[in-house]
């Protein structure tokens, strides 16, 4: 599986960017897209993730914010980032993965395929 990201740039605080992730390839076990960001200094986080049926999670410092979502014809995720915020700035990264639910709830496991990452950073 490759993956190719684009979208990202410099936006003023309380902007927004569109991020696009689109995949070439096919691996049966792969049920779910991701994307994680990268600050300086900071450790790689899950932003959000969707699974092949359209269920979303999202992490609690972009939610009511971001969007996640896919078109399977072009085989492409989007990332949607409204009222970006300084903190949002981070090298973003979109990932091939498996997401499994335990007890209700969706857990998603990276697989070893990354995007390039695309640069966002968010400054006045």
């Known amino acids: 599986v490759q993956l190719q990201a684009s979208g990202g740039g410099l936006v003023q605080p309380g902007g927004s960017l569109r991020l696009s992730c689109a995949a070439s390839g096919y691996i049966f076990s792969i049920n779910a897209r991701a994307w994680y960001r990268q600050a300086p200094g900071k450790q790689r986080e899950l932003v959000a993730f969707i699974t092949t049926d359209g269920s979303t999670r999202y992490a609690d410092s972009v939610k009511g914010r971001s969007t996640i979502s896919r078109d399977n014809t072009q085989n492409t995720v989007y990332l949607q980032m409204n009222s970006l915020k300084p903190e949002d700035t981070a090298v973003y990264y979109c990932?091939?993965?498996?997401?499994?639910?335990?007890?209700?709830?969706?857990?998603?496991?990276?697989?070893?395929?990354w995007g390039q990452g695309t640069q966002v950073t968010v400054s006045s």
């Open positions: 990932n091939a993965g498996e997401a499994r639910t335990y007890s209700g709830s969706y857990y998603y496991t990276p697989y070893d395929y």
